[in-house]
């Protein structure tokens, strides 16, 4: 005898739903979420600085000089308790002053500049050390390293930090009255002390970068960057760019940023 239900051979077929149509809206392409960490601004402001600016380290060095010799007083002076420390930092400042001054004075682009730079210093530190522990291996050499006795007091170091901090606000005062400026639809041009101005088209900006000295990238970040407006037959070059890969990441981001529009189709309805 069977046990089926006769009612469920004559049950109608499920009508399956009819799904509506969503209407087509636009939508806005973003980028991606590690581009949008920092808001762009506005305007961008790029400023082309002297060379001097490379010599900070040498403006610190003479700061904390100062105020080590300051401490140390009468101690410090020839023929006291701690002359010797006193010619161990004269003789570290001149070594570094003549590092910085290389530094501004020639380009190391490539990193096989560096090394050798970096090799050419340990070479000449280690024949100090070898002729100042074995004075019998070079006799002339060994006393000219001993009758080297740098020595200076805490105001010539006081007045080298004041001729320095003169110059750095000289630069800053200056920098106030020639910079560029990126919008994103001009460029210009701000100079002179009556706010001269001049503008340039934005749209199609082409910027170039160039890294040019490995030691001035590793003080300040800085490069040089190239400036290609529209329908314009010079290009703007800016040497000593601080923050360069910053600036350019900017620059490129608000002249880039593009609104895109995509259609989205709605799902079809199944026919009967």
Do not use: C
Request: hydrophobic share 50%; aromatic share 12%.
């Amino acid at each position: 005898m069977s046990t089926d239900n006769p009612d469920n051979d004559s049950a109608p077929n499920p009508v399956p739903p009819v799904v509506a149509a969503t209407p087509i809206q636009p939508i806005v392409a973003t980028a991606p979420p590690d581009s949008d960490k920092e808001e762009t601004p506005s305007s961008i402001y790029l400023v082309s600085y002297p060379k001097i600016v490379f010599m900070y380290p040498t403006y610190l060095i003479s700061i904390v000089a100062w105020f080590i010799m300051l401490l140390l007083g009468d101690t410090a002076m020839p023929g006291g308790e701690r002359h010797r420390v006193a010619e161990l930092i004269t003789l570290f400042f001149l070594m570094l002053t003549a590092v910085n001054l290389v530094v501004i004075s020639f380009d190391f682009p490539r990193t096989t500049s560096l090394t050798l730079f970096f090799g050419f210093a340990a070479t000449g530190l280690g024949a100090v050390l070898l002729f100042t522990n074995r004075p019998d291996l070079v006799p002339f050499v060994s006393k000219f390293f001993d009758a080297l006795k740098p020595w200076a007091n805490a105001h010539f170091y006081m007045l080298f930090a004041v001729f320095l901090s003169l110059l750095y606000i000289v630069v800053w005062i200056m920098a106030r009255f020639d910079y560029w400026e990126v919008r994103p639809n001009e460029l210009m041009h701000h100079h002179g002390f009556l706010s001269d101005l001049e503008r340039f088209s934005a749209p199609n900006l082409r910027i170039s970068k160039e890294i040019n000295d490995v030691f001035e990238y590793m003080l300040l970040r800085s490069g040089r960057l190239i400036l290609h407006p529209t329908n314009e037959p010079r290009a703007f070059v800016l040497d000593n760019v601080l923050n360069i890969n910053r600036k350019e990441a900017q620059i490129t981001k608000m002249l880039g940023a593009l609104q895109v529009e995509f259609r989205t189709e709605a799902p079809q309805s199944p026919r009967a």
